[in-house]
């Protein structure tokens, strides 16, 4: 068992570009969730997927952002015309959607820095 | 709506001495789960322990241990013999069966003196 990774670890986009995010959950965890984070904050629920189903999509997440899990495995999370004010860390958690295992699992996360 | 409530922004402890993080939660919910994380600085969100509203029992873990008081919506978390490596930021977070999300208090820095 790996872990859920992320790639990026580190992003610098100018403001107006597009980003786009991977995320590689635990394998066999079926529930996958996207998180935001800004410095000395707790972190902002986002998205979350069931397989490749997305469930739920927080009020925070503007039209520009969008996220996908087209197999069920590995999800993006993509921003398109970045603002400065989209600079934080994006996390991504993984949970095995077992009865009661309402525990997550993060990666060590992207740090989007937007100029 | 859920809130987690972590009134204390900062805390220092002696190394090897026993410290306590707090936390307030405001629920209607008979049945939900209370998780506390570290995060240590740069570095990702490790789950330290997790208590189900069910259990009577407290959770531990090691060093690591619960205080939980349902009718108060109180999880505290108890560090005994605190360690150099546990000096991180610590979430205190809740969730439901019906609402996946974690939803989170704005974290305790715990300062660990030598």
């Known amino acids: 068992d790996t872990g859920v990774s992320q790639d990026p670890r580190h992003k610098i986009t100018k403001r107006g570009q597009n980003v786009t995010f991977r995320c590689d959950p635990i394998s066999e965890h079926n529930r996958l969730y996207w998180y935001r984070q800004t410095l000395g904050q707790g972190p902002e629920f986002l998205t979350y997927f069931q397989n490749e189903a997305q469930l739920e999509k927080s009020r925070l997440l503007s039209d520009r952002f969008s996220a996908e899990r087209p197999k069920g495995s590995f999800s993006t999370l993509e921003i398109q015309r970045t603002e400065q004010g989209d600079s934080a860390m994006y996390l991504c958690a993984s949970s095995s959607g077992l009865a009661g295992a309402h525990e997550q699992y993060f990666g060590p996360g992207t740090r989007l820095t937007v100029t | 709506a859920q809130t987690v409530t972590q009134s204390q922004p900062e805390m220092s402890v002696q190394e090897a001495e026993t410290v306590t993080l707090s936390c307030t939660y405001d629920?209607?919910?008979?049945?939900?789960?209370l998780f506390w994380y570290k995060q240590p600085p740069s570095r990702q969100m490790i789950l330290v322990i997790r208590q189900e509203a069910y259990k009577q029992q407290n959770a531990t873990e090691n060093r690591f241990s619960v205080n939980f008081q349902k009718a108060a919506k109180s999880f505290s978390l108890k560090i005994s013999d605190s360690q150099l490596g546990d000096a991180a930021m610590y979430f205190c977070?809740?969730?439901?069966?019906?609402?996946?999300?974690?939803?989170w208090g704005a974290g305790t820095k715990l300062i660990i003196k030598p």
């Open positions: 629920t209607s919910e008979s049945d939900y789960y």
């Open positions: 977070a809740y969730t439901e069966d019906s609402n996946y999300q974690l939803i």
